[in-house]
């Protein structure tokens, strides 16, 4: 904080009126089926983005970054913001959280700022950095402009804002960024959004340890991917049962629609979709639509290229998980006494279906988890998009030490770029608190 408060003296010859910090957050269980309309249970982390801001009568929103390989960027007060979705600079995401609250308010002329933006969340690691900063700064044009909403708008507000920059997310990571609580994961659940403690078993603590292959989600197609074949995957699921399909976007509301358990959906995904990829013409002709239709009511911007589409396992991994959800948190609220076994056994599921159902881990994480469970861990697994960035491990607590030293024998200190970054890749993690602002003292 200290070292903010001088680089945005240096910067602007003033000190800041306020500051305002979102945190990032580790999902605990519950991987790519929050825009799916299932519930996912994360907590958010120690590192945070920091933001220090004061006001100017500029007509200018000013953005510089403490860290010196970020360049600078200002836009004006009164001009429509403009987000380019084909280059997702740092400030784009930051001008994400502005434009949501310049829209929810039907503000014209936004306040002048002058804003150093902080971080300690790793970029592109799974641990929610680009959420975490549209989250700060929402929450900082809000202030600035004399706003106030609450948490949970707040958190809605920037998961619809973020799209602007093409990430099609469901609202996991803005929802526990705002809802968060000092000691306590959340069961965060959608449709109306809200959030309900999960005590952690005691005994056991979660260690992040990060890949250090970075995968920026907006900059590459492989989510949006999986977001389109989920969509089609509830089409041909809702048709296959006689359900108009045409307002049905979400696998959760074909479970809603056919009153059907979680494992009555998993019966149906393997009695209605084939595990070999579909071809768009298959798809057309089953949905009865044109392709023109199939491009511009199914696929994103950046899937049109797309010619096959593996909706049986996508849609098994989303129905899967959601039960895996709904049996960590029984656990937890149970508290018996194998309980870290029984966590450990869900999460290591969750990973095997991430890798193979989903396809959405990458050699390196595979290697990591597995040197994970070898080192002490009950279970581990990718946390985030995937694709690289970080995995979640459960440990004993009184195996921490061991584990953290055999993690880092194993898998950093062999090869100097991971050696290089283990000191910010490799720790232990705690429930931490929710985005707040506070005051310049």
């Known amino acids: 904080m200290k070292n903010l408060k001088e680089t945005f003296e240096s910067k602007y010859g003033e000190s800041p009126l306020f500051y305002a910090f979102a945190p990032g957050r580790v999902n605990l269980i519950g991987e790519h089926i929050d825009y799916c309309g299932y519930s996912v249970l994360p907590m958010a982390i ?61 503000l014209n002329n936004l306040a002048g ?44 507000i920037c998961a619809k804002s973020e799209r602007y920059i093409g990430t099609e997310g469901g609202g996991m990571d803005q929802s526990i960024s705002f ?10 659940e959608f449709q109306p959004l809200r959030a309900t403690d999960v005590k952690l078993p005691d005994g056991a603590v979660f260690v992040i340890s990060n890949c250090c292959v970075e995968m920026n989600k907006a900059a590459s197609s492989h989510y949006n991917i999986r977001v389109v074949e989920c969509r089609i995957a509830t089409k041909m699921l809702a048709q296959a049962r006689g359900v108009d399909s045409s307002r049905l976007l979400k696998l959760a509301h074909v479970q809603m629609e056919l009153k059907a358990s979680l494992e009555e959906m998993l019966a ?18 089953v949905l009865g639509i044109t392709s023109e239709q199939f491009s511009t009511e199914l696929l994103s911007a950046n899937t049109q290229d797309m010619t096959q589409f593996k909706l049986h396992q996508r849609a098994k991994h989303v129905y899967g998980e959601a039960a895996r959800v709904l049996q960590f948190k029984s656990v937890c609220d149970s508290e018996p006494t194998d309980a870290t076994r029984l966590l450990g056994e869900l999460m290591n599921q969750s990973h095997a279906s991430c890798r193979d159902l989903y396809e959405c881990s990458c050699p390196e994480l595979d290697q990591l988890v597995d040197i994970c469970l070898k080192s002490g861990a009950v279970g581990s697994r990718l946390t985030g ?57």
């Open 179 to 188: 809802l968060a609580e000092a000691g306590t994961a959340k069961l965060i």
């Open 385 to 441: 998009a995937g694709w690289g960035g970080c995995a979640v491990s459960m440990v004993p607590s009184k195996k921490v030490e061991s584990f953290l030293q055999a993690v880092r024998e194993e898998y950093y200190l062999p090869d100097p770029r991971r050696a290089a970054m283990e000191k910010q890749s490799l720790f232990v993690s705690k429930p931490g608190g929710g985005a707040a602002i506070f005051l310049e003292e």
């Open 46 to 106: 120690e590192q945070n983005i920091l933001t220090a801001v004061s006001l100017n009568d500029s007509g200018k929103i000013q953005l510089a970054n403490a860290n010196p390989k970020y360049k600078d960027f200002s836009v004006s007060c009164s001009e429509e913001i403009a987000i380019d979705r084909d280059d997702p600079q740092w400030y784009y995401y930051f001008l994400c959280g502005v434009k949501g609250i310049q829209e929810k308010f039907g």
């Open 113 to 156: 700022m002058s804003c150093v933006v902080d971080g300690t969340i790793p970029p592109s690691s799974g641990l929610s950095s680009s959420s975490a900063l549209v989250c700060c700064s929402g929450l900082v044009t809000m202030e600035a402009n004399q706003k106030s909403l609450s948490k949970v708008a707040l958190a809605e």
């Open 268 to 285: 149906l995904v393997a009695e209605v979709l084939h595990p070999e990829p579909y071809s768009r013409e298959e798809i057309c002709k």
